[in-house]
């Protein structure tokens, strides 16, 4: 059976015309969950009740739950569609069910009974393995390799898995996002999935709070720009612009400034300026600064991310305009 990209398969569902068995595998638990969801679309939804069964298949540690989840499963293939052309059966951390942790008789029997049903699909059902890492070599995968079309999540092969993946991320973010600036995003960032996570995570950090994300939010962060001057990000701060705060923290990170540093000198506008600008929000950004220096020195996690995060914090409410930088 073929290996397809998640647009591939996106494009299946759309026509209608799915194939009996999918293994959607990967690292990416947010695109594997989101394309599992879309086969649910398959189904009318008023009819949906009674044609589409999920089955959780991590708690199959045992010989005995084994034998029981795989009946359980071929039961849910089996049965006849009711009122509709097609069943969907979707099984959850599949990887349990497909590489058993403890060796049985029970087992044995389980994962035979599961070959069995894996070489003669049910033509009116379709059944979506989601799955995370898998031994190639087993025993079952081998077979999935010949039965089922394989979908590896995460990989991005051209602009319209980018896109797909832009608006992935943003519906998980609870956000809507334009099509064309999920256009915009993925050109500019390319097949270059670091960037392109990079990218969206900034943006979904920018955009908090709004509705829908615009071309217009993503020309402002992550549009191309030139570093004006080294106090570019504290100036965007104070004015309260945030995707100009953080599209210059880019900028900064980029031409290898030390977080270090940029710490720094958000350290020195709380502490020279926000006295006289933002009185009010003193204490919390103070503390901010503290956490993010703890955080820095403990590896708390990125610490582009860190900045980012203090970056936003700092912006928060309207930020006194007409801040001069100081000579040295």
Not at 120 to 146: H, M
Not at 282 to 306: I, Q, Y
Request: charged fraction near 25%.
């Amino acid at each position: 059976m073929p290996n397809l990209t998640p647009s591939a398969v996106h494009e299946q569902i759309q026509a209608g015309t799915p194939d009996p068995i999918y293994l959607l595998q990967g690292e990416d638990d947010v695109e594997k969950s989101a394309l599992a969801a879309e086969f649910v679309g398959l189904v009318e939804e008023g009819l949906q009740a009674f044609n589409v069964e999920r089955i959780h298949a991590g708690d199959m540690t045992t010989g005995d739950k084994l034998a029981d989840g795989v009946s359980a499963l071929i039961d849910a293939v089996r049965t006849l569609p009711m009122m509709a052309p097609r069943r969907v059966v979707i099984v959850f951390q599949a990887d349990a069910l497909l590489v058993p942790k403890r060796e049985s008789e029970a087992a044995t029997r389980a994962l035979d009974r599961l070959e069995a049903m894996f070489k003669s699909p049910e033509p009116q059902t379709t059944l979506v393995l989601v799955a995370g890492t898998i031994d190639k070599r087993s025993r079952l995968y081998k077979l999935l390799a010949r039965q089922a079309t394989l979908v590896e999540c995460g990989a991005i092969a051209d602009q319209a898995d980018a896109e797909r993946w832009v608006r992935t991320r943003a519906a998980a973010a609870g956000a809507a996002i334009d099509p064309a600036a999920a256009r915009l995003i993925a050109e500019r960032a390319g097949l270059d999935v670091k960037r392109l996570r990079g990218d969206v995570d900034r943006l979904m950090l920018y955009a908090l709070g709004q509705k829908s994300i615009t071309v217009e939010d993503v020309r402002d962060l992550v549009g191309p720009a030139a570093l004006q001057d080294d106090w570019a990000m504290t100036n965007a701060i104070e004015s309260g612009q945030a995707g100009a705060a953080l599209r210059q923290l880019a900028l900064m990170l980029d031409a290898g400034a030390p977080a270090e540093k940029i710490l720094g000198q958000l350290g020195w506008l709380v502490r020279a300026k926000f006295p006289a600008v933002a009185p009010d929000d003193l204490p919390t950004a103070v503390e901010a600064v503290f956490r993010t220096d703890l955080d820095l020195k403990r590896s708390a996690g990125d610490a582009r991310v860190l900045l980012e995060r203090l970056v936003v914090e700092l912006c928060a409410g309207k930020r006194a305009r007409g801040f001069a930088p100081p000579r040295f």
